[in-house]
């Protein structure tokens, strides 16, 4: 298993930026893909982004395309995503989460079930 800890939430007015971290431990974390979701009050976590073991391949859910950016440090053990033009629909906590295996089709990232560890999540909050 991994121990996973994201930081880096907060509050930003609309337009604004954030990034968040995503520190690993437990396991080696240039062996497995990672994953970013989120979960707003009264709706179930969906997917936001994810990216392969060697960061080679990102994937991003339509919401955010375009304004959100994946990535990863495997020296440091740690994955970011880069928040630009946030808005206030983007306002959840975030999760971030460690794959089972390696996959590499869209779908298979965007699955919850595909994923086997999570941390305790940071909020986001976004003004309007």
């Known amino acids: 298993q991994v121990q996973l800890v994201e930081s880096g939430g907060g509050l930003v007015q609309a337009g604004g930026s954030l990034r968040l971290s995503c520190a690993a431990s437990?396991?080696?974390?240039?062996?497995?893909?990672m994953g970013w979701f989120r979960q707003a009050p009264g709706k179930e976590r969906e997917f936001v982004a994810a990216?392969?073991?060697?960061?080679?391949?990102?994937y991003y859910a339509d919401s955010v395309k375009g304004r959100f950016t994946i990535s990863r440090d495997n020296a440091k053990n740690t994955m970011y995503l880069q928040m630009n033009s946030l808005k206030p629909d983007d306002t959840a906590v975030y999760y971030c989460?460690?794959?089972?295996?390696?996959?590499?089709?869209?779908?298979?990232?965007?699955?919850?079930?595909?994923?086997?560890?999570w941390g305790q999540g940071t909020q986001v909050t976004v003004s309007s």
């Open positions: 989460a460690s794959a089972r295996q390696q996959y590499t089709t869209y779908r298979d990232y965007t699955g919850n079930y595909n994923y086997n560890s």
């Open positions: 990216i392969s073991w060697s960061g080679s391949s990102t």
């Open positions: 437990g396991r080696t974390f240039s062996s497995y893909a």
